[in-house]
């Protein structure tokens, strides 16, 4: 079945630092793989997306995010951080060949230090 | 254009009553989706509609929930019998495609009291 997970709950960086949140899928073939963020009282924005093809995708707000398959991961890179970036971030993994029926990690909460 | 609109955006009722959450997705989005997000946990699916197809509703926790879609359009998730673990925000979203991303409306807060 497929699973994703996000190993950290919490995260807290100062603005201006580089940030990494890890992904891990569990899924038998090739998977779309997605990262939203979740601003406080706003609904979920998809920030990148993985189908296919270059293995190392760019998104909105200066986001960027690396599909490695032998390591079953897609985490999500920022190479300087700010303060609007704190929020929640969710990684989701959907079937290819399907329909788009997303299954989310838990989640990243990122808090950012002035 | 519009995004995903859900109504109401806040619902406290008390427990054992039956609630009606709508959906409005994108115009001419086939597809139609429900989330729940409980505190502190990730969103968990709960059902998929696509066009005319029957839908997917393998992520209903129990027959209390139910869901329909009229004229592939507006949507509305029911919950009789509204028990505490019921609160959560309830999540719809829209596709344009099967393999379109989602876009999701802002959620409606549901307490049960």
């Known amino acids: 079945a497929q699973s994703v997970t996000q190993p950290d709950i919490h995260i807290t960086v100062s603005e201006g630092a580089s940030l990494e949140l890890r992904c891990n899928y569990s899924?038998?073939?090739?998977?779309?793989l997605f990262w939203y963020v979740q601003s406080p009282g706003q609904g979920l924005q998809l920030l990148l997306k993985?189908?296919?093809?270059?293995?190392l995708v760019q998104g909105i707000k200066g986001f960027e995010a690396e599909f490695k398959r032998s390591q079953s991961s897609f985490n999500l890179r920022k190479p300087s951080v700010h303060w609007s970036d704190a929020a929640e971030y969710f990684c989701?993994?959907?079937?290819?060949?399907?329909?788009?029926?997303?299954?989310f990690g838990a989640g990243t909460r990122l808090a950012v230090h002035p | 254009g519009a995004g995903v609109s859900q109504s109401p955006s806040n619902k406290v009722t008390e427990k054992g009553k039956d609630v009606e959450l709508r959906c409005d997705p994108i115009?001419?989005?086939?597809?139609l989706y429900w989330y729940r997000q409980s505190l502190g946990q990730g969103l968990e699916f709960l059902i998929y509609?696509?066009?005319?197809?029957?839908?997917?509703k393998s992520g209903l926790p129990s027959d209390r929930f139910s869901a329909e879609r009229t004229g592939g359009s507006v949507s509305t998730l029911t919950i009789q019998r509204t028990q505490q673990e019921d609160s959560a925000v309830y999540l719809c979203?829209?596709?344009?495609?099967?393999?379109?991303?989602?876009?999701f409306g802002n959620g409606t807060r549901l307490t049960v009291t």
């Open positions: 899924y038998g073939a090739t998977p779309y």
């Open positions: 989701a993994v959907g079937a290819t060949g399907g329909y788009n029926k997303l299954i």
């Open positions: 115009s001419g989005h086939t597809a």
């Open positions: 993985y189908f296919s093809g270059d293995t």
């Open positions: 979203a829209s596709s344009s495609r099967p393999d379109s991303p989602l876009h």
């Open positions: 509609f696509q066009g005319n197809s029957a839908p997917d």
